[in-house]
């Protein structure tokens, strides 16, 4: 384990408490093992972690997220979030391949819903015109992907940039559109039914019909 990853994860073991994992379990789900850490203790674990190594590159701040969340604990996993979210303006499209790796084993809207939002929106939306359309791209793949998860992260990415006034709300429309139009008919999904790529379109109406209602859908 490196430096900075050891750093954390003791951290967030020093900061763990059995009720709070017990409750965290409870409401999220078993699919992940939990320290008990509270969120403004993973949160500050990281701030902590990138005073003590300021001169992190690229590649380590994107292996260090791989080191995290390579061991199934939610408390590591939403450190990697928060890791990127501090550092996403150094990320770039390549990364969305990594990114569709968390989410894929994620399966938590806990973790999937601030990675597409505060981590894969801004890192695209920092883009230039090449590498955007490059992204678009893989976003275009990912609302098509039989992975509900998937499909939620796509519909979800651009909702910080549909909020601020900007984002591409056609685009979003029309995946959005494709998604609630699949038939449960049709080739199983690995969600439920979509359920999951749907709430996500729900999620960013609701939104939206507080923050721009002039849009229509």
């Known amino acids: 384990m490196s430096d900075a990853g050891d750093f954390i994860d003791s951290a967030?073991?020093?900061?763990?408490?059995?009720?709070?994992?017990?409750?965290?379990?409870?409401?999220?789900?078993?699919?992940?093992?939990?320290y008990g850490s509270s969120v403004g203790a993973v949160r500050g674990t990281v701030r902590d972690a990138?005073?003590?190594?300021?001169?992190?590159?690229h590649d380590d701040i994107t292996a260090l997220s791989s080191e995290?969340?390579?061991?199934?604990?939610?408390?590591?996993?939403?450190?990697?979030?928060?890791?990127?979210?501090?550092?996403?303006?150094?990320l770039t499209n390549t990364d969305l391949t990594r990114m569709e790796g968390f989410v894929r084993s994620a399966r938590l809207g806990a973790l999937v819903d601030p990675l597409a939002v505060d981590v894969v929106g801004p890192l695209i939306a920092g883009l230039d015109v090449v590498g955007r359309v490059r992204a678009d791209s893989v976003l275009d793949r990912w609302v098509q992907d039989p992975d509900g998860w998937l499909r939620r992260a796509a519909l979800l990415s651009p909702l910080r940039a549909?909020?601020?006034?900007?984002?591409?709300?056609?685009?979003?429309?029309?995946?959005?559109?494709a998604v609630l139009a699949e038939s449960p008919a049709t080739e199983p999904r690995e969600d439920d039914d979509g359920a999951d790529a749907a709430e996500a379109v729900s999620l960013v109406l609701t939104d939206m019909a507080r923050h721009r209602p002039e849009l229509e859908f």
């Open 12 to 34: 967030l073991q020093r900061e763990s408490s059995w009720s709070r994992a017990e409750e965290a379990e409870a409401r999220l789900g078993s699919g992940h093992r939990y």
């Open 50 to 57: 990138l005073r003590r190594h300021p001169d992190l590159t």
């Open 68 to 90: 995290l969340w390579e061991v199934p604990v939610f408390e590591r996993r939403l450190a990697a979030v928060v890791l990127l979210q501090a550092n996403v303006r150094s």
């Open 162 to 177: 549909l909020r601020a006034g900007a984002g591409d709300w056609p685009r979003f429309v029309r995946h959005a559109r």
